[in-house]
């Protein structure tokens, strides 16, 4: 069932699949499709619920609108409450895992576990002040539209190699205008909200009480920047982080066995706290 819910500031557009205990799927900037294929693997014995984040794709941004992790959360718990299905196991990845942590602050009572996979919480590293300089570099200069002079930094911060041809192939040329316009969001309204934004760790471990709180990291993933902040936040909450498949996005990469992973996951996630 394809949807669009009416949201402070938005219009969000969902996606719900199957039946059974509520899974929810969510990235930033990646929209439902990204997490299409895993979805429908999880869809046998789970409702599933997908959605383009505010401001991305079908998702739409009131004018002079914002897209902060405090309102993607709110937007989460009202999707959950919508669908009626909850209380939610939430799959965050990359800035959806900004998202999904920021519902455990703000919402815990519409969520009984969250997986943050790969949030890239950079004011958590020590040389965070160094990291979030490069990072308002490269914002600045694809807004001024060096795109992929901008990418090229994007991936070496991330400490992701690509060939110098790869990228000229991937962000050069002639581009999809709908994923040119997720990028332009994502760098000029996604970026800095996600990467600046800092868990409130005092609260995540009260709630923790009643929400497990899971970080996950991809097994190909080590060195990366987001293996980096994984493994401060999995240090500040007093947990060992869950190795997944695949990399970043081994969620879309690697849908197959990154489900069963998942499933697993779920399984552990069943038994009584």
């Not at 930033?28 to 014995?45: N, Q, R, S, T, V």
């Not at 909200?193 to 760790?201: G, H, K, Q, V």
């Amino acid at each position: 069932m394809n949807n669009t819910l009416k949201v402070p500031g938005a219009e969000l557009y969902y996606e719900v699949r199957g039946s059974g205990p509520l899974l929810v799927l969510v990235g930033a900037p990646m929209d439902a499709d990204a997490f299409a294929p895993l979805a429908e693997l999880l869809a046998a014995d789970h409702t599933v619920l997908t959605l383009d984040p505010r401001g991305v794709k079908r998702s739409k941004l009131d004018p002079g609108g914002t897209s902060r992790p405090e309102q993607r959360a709110d937007d989460l718990a009202r999707l959950i409450r919508h669908v009626d299905a909850g209380p939610a196991v939430v799959l965050g990845s990359s800035g959806g895992a900004v998202s999904a942590l920021a519902l455990a602050q703000h919402h815990p009572d519409v969520v009984r576990a969250v997986i943050a996979h790969e949030p890239p919480l950079d004011r958590l590293l020590p040389d965070a002040e160094e990291v979030l300089a490069k990072s308002e570099k490269l914002m600045a200069d694809y807004l001024a539209g060096d795109v992929t002079g901008a990418w090229k930094q994007f991936f070496a911060l991330a400490n992701i190699e690509l060939p110098d041809e790869m990228l000229e192939m991937m962000f050069g040329g002639e581009r999809d205008p709908e994923q040119v316009a997720t990028e332009q969001f994502w760098f000029g309204h996604e970026m800095r909200e996600s990467i600046t934004w800092l868990p409130d760790f005092g609260t995540l471990r009260e709630v923790s009480r009643e929400v497990t709180v899971v970080v996950g990291i991809g097994e190909e993933s080590t060195g990366q920047l987001c293996d980096r902040t994984s493994t401060a936040l999995a240090a500040g909450l007093g947990v060992e982080p869950t190795r997944f498949p695949g990399d970043h996005t081994g969620f879309a990469d690697h849908p197959d066995v990154f489900a069963e992973a998942l499933r697993t996951e779920l399984k552990v996630l069943d038994q009584p706290m």
